[in-house]
């Protein structure tokens, strides 16, 4: 069993929808939980990052860590075609990145 | 702002041959990560190189090797290919003591072994 799981998808949304993501983690030592976006054919590109418990917004773009039950979420308001993409879950304890299986996000215009 | 740079981008090689690929930090990063994706897959972690010394080691197959330079540059050398090392190699650069130690993401390389 992965130590971090993520739904692979694909997610199809119309723009301006809210796009919900998540992932679910075994190791309760996991002190970092990040969240990257991943065009095709390039390398992932870190988007937000938190430790604690609770929200954390950037923009449009809001983390959410539940620590008790090891889950952590990233919601997209006012989607755009730009955010089609790959978003992948990663978690750190010990500098290791343990990345999700990622989630591919299409936002239809 | 600096990239962490990775060359080649795309590399074909055919089977039993040897690749060698080079990862340039961030400036003042200290730190290499290498990953490999195959398609459709997440990165998986090969191996970590902090101030010149391998940090921590994942699923490197005993054919790669890997090290870091003075400059902090770090190459991962690949050896007898095979085809199903045919993948995207990422390399990640961070500063460690840097809390958190955030991962910045080069383009990769492309590695097709026919």
Redesign the interface.
């Known amino acids: 069993q992965k130590e971090v799981e993520?739904d692979?998808g694909p997610l199809s949304v119309p723009e301006g929808a809210i796009v919900s993501l998540n992932c679910t983690y075994s190791n309760s030592a996991f002190?970092?939980f990040?969240w990257?976006r991943q065009y095709s054919?390039?390398?992932?590109?870190?988007l937000m990052?938190t430790?604690s418990s609770g929200n954390k917004e950037d923009g449009r773009f809001t983390a959410q860590v539940d620590k008790s039950s090891k889950y952590i979420s990233l919601f997209i308001r006012d989607s755009q075609p730009s955010d089609s993409a790959t978003y992948?879950c990663a978690i750190?304890n010990?500098?290791?990145?343990?990345?999700?299986?990622?989630t591919t996000v299409t936002v239809r215009a | 702002a600096a990239g962490v740079i990775q060359s080649p981008r795309h590399l074909i090689k055919e089977k039993r041959e040897t690749a060698t690929l080079k990862c340039y930090p961030i400036p003042r990063h200290d730190t290499v990560y290498w990953y490999q994706q195959g398609p459709g897959q997440d990165p998986q972690f090969l191996i970590s190189f902090y101030e010149k010394m391998q940090s921590d080691k994942g699923s490197i197959p005993d054919r790669f090797s890997a090290q870091q330079f003075s400059d902090y540059h770090s190459e991962l050398n690949m050896s007898s290919l095979e085809l199903g090392d045919s993948a995207l190699y990422f390399c990640a650069s961070s500063a460690r003591g840097v809390s958190p130690e955030t991962q910045y993401f080069g383009p990769g390389t492309r590695l097709l072994v026919l």
């Open positions: 993520q692979p002190q970092y990040m990257y054919r390039k390398g992932p590109e870190l990052y430790y992948l750190t010990d500098y290791k990145l343990s990345f999700g299986a990622g």
